[in-house]
């Protein structure tokens, strides 16, 4: 059995499940990243509302309370504060606190269905279409579909350009405030490639001599993806008539026109950063047409022109500038 926890400031003979999450995310936190125990600590929450004043012993027994009371979560975020109820509660067994997990006793724990993510496709009319680049000029979004997490765009710099061998080296990610660089083995460290159009677009911009960064932010500092989505990115999509969405799904565009215009799913993984099942479960149905394409495709020559796809929104009409005119910092 694994050591139990230091028990400074918690009694020794009992725990409730209030102060057995106090201990697990203190020795959870040790390695990891301070927005992982942050988000733990938030799924915690509910359960400790409730349940937090129960002995552990008397948790134990209360499985089908646990049962009822996992009915009544929000659907989109049931999973994750049941994951991380179970996950807790394994590290009590594991000190020695509980011989069973009760929210494992209580049933299943289903991951939520996906939802469909609609790519962008180029705007329905020239006004909507002008008014986004109008928008977006001032946005660091480039021309083509970003194979980049918003935080790996944030944290690329002019040096991550290969011009001559036409790849991006995605190295580091800049999340709250923090700037962290990929390990060498990490899938998440890539080169992705350029397309003609990526390459025009970054011909547009015109480099600071006070900054290395690729999309600086007005003073040269890194964007802060807070205040640009509510800056920037929702008035974009409101001038150019388009749904509120989140910027992450221009990954979700470019991940599904690249399987669309026929790129086969291990390379679009290695791009993305991602594994092939997560491409498979995430993106393999967001290709409107694929299955017809996909019928159609046996009866074809060895040599064959894969089909034009829609250029997304941001994509096509998003003049990439430099960002010193913007307010996104």
């Given at each position: 059995m694994a050591a139990r926890p230091p028990r400074a400031g918690i009694r020794s003979d009992r725990l409730t499940l209030a102060e057995l999450v106090d201990a697990y995310l203190t020795a959870h936190a040790v390695g990891r990243e301070a927005s992982t125990i942050t988000t733990l600590r938030e799924r915690l929450k509910r359960p400790v509302d409730v349940f937090g004043d129960l002995d552990l012993r008397d948790l134990e027994r209360r499985a089908v309370e646990i049962a009822a009371w996992q009915a009544t979560l929000p659907e989109g975020s049931r999973f994750g504060i049941i994951q991380a109820l179970r996950q807790t509660l394994e590290a009590g067994i594991r000190w020695g606190y509980l011989r069973q997990n009760p929210a494992k006793l209580a049933g299943r724990n289903p991951q939520p269905r996906r939802a469909e993510v609609e790519p962008f496709t180029l705007a329905g009319s020239i006004d909507s279409r002008a008014s986004w680049a109008r928008c977006a000029a001032r946005s660091p979004?480039?021309?083509?579909?970003?194979?980049?997490?918003?935080?790996?765009?944030?944290?690329?710099?002019?040096?991550?350009?290969?011009?001559?061998?036409?790849?991006?080296?995605?190295?580091?990610?800049?999340?709250?405030?923090?700037?962290?660089?990929?390990?060498?083995?990490?899938?998440?460290?890539?080169?992705?490639?350029?397309?003609?159009?990526?390459?025009?677009?970054?011909?547009?911009?015109?480099?600071?001599?006070?900054?290395?960064?690729?999309?600086?932010?007005?003073?040269?500092?890194?964007?802060?993806?807070?205040?640009?989505?509510?800056?920037?990115?929702?008035?974009?999509?409101?001038?150019?008539?388009?749904?509120?969405?989140?910027?992450?799904?221009?990954?979700?565009?470019?991940?599904?026109?690249?399987?669309?215009?026929?790129?086969?799913?291990?390379?679009?993984?290695?791009?993305?950063?991602?594994?092939?099942?997560?491409?498979?479960?995430?993106?393999?149905?967001?290709?409107?047409?694929?299955?017809?394409?996909?019928?159609?495709?046996?009866?074809?020559?060895?040599?064959?022109?894969?089909?034009?796809?829609?250029?997304?929104?941001?994509?096509?009409?998003?003049?990439?500038?430099?960002?010193?005119?913007?307010?996104?910092?």
């Open positions: 979004c480039s021309r083509p579909r970003p194979a980049w997490r918003p935080s790996e765009w944030c944290a690329l710099e002019r040096r991550d350009v290969l011009r001559g061998e036409g790849v991006v080296t995605v190295a580091r990610t800049f999340s709250r405030g923090v700037l962290k660089g990929y390990g060498k083995t990490s899938r998440s460290r890539r080169r992705v490639p350029l397309s003609a159009r990526a390459d025009a677009a970054l011909d547009a911009i015109v480099p600071r001599l006070d900054s290395p960064l690729l999309f600086p932010g007005p003073r040269g500092a890194r964007i802060d993806l807070h205040n640009f989505r509510a800056r920037e990115w929702m008035p974009a999509l409101e001038a150019a008539g388009l749904s509120r969405r989140r910027i992450y799904d221009l990954r979700h565009t470019a991940i599904s026109h690249w399987l669309a215009a026929g790129l086969g799913s291990f390379e679009v993984a290695r791009f993305m950063g991602t594994s092939v099942r997560m491409v498979d479960l995430t993106y393999g149905h967001l290709v409107s047409g694929s299955e017809l394409d996909a019928r159609r495709r046996p009866g074809r020559p060895a040599r064959w022109t894969p089909p034009a796809v829609n250029s997304s929104a941001i994509a096509s009409t998003a003049a990439v500038t430099a960002s010193s005119t913007g307010r996104s910092t």
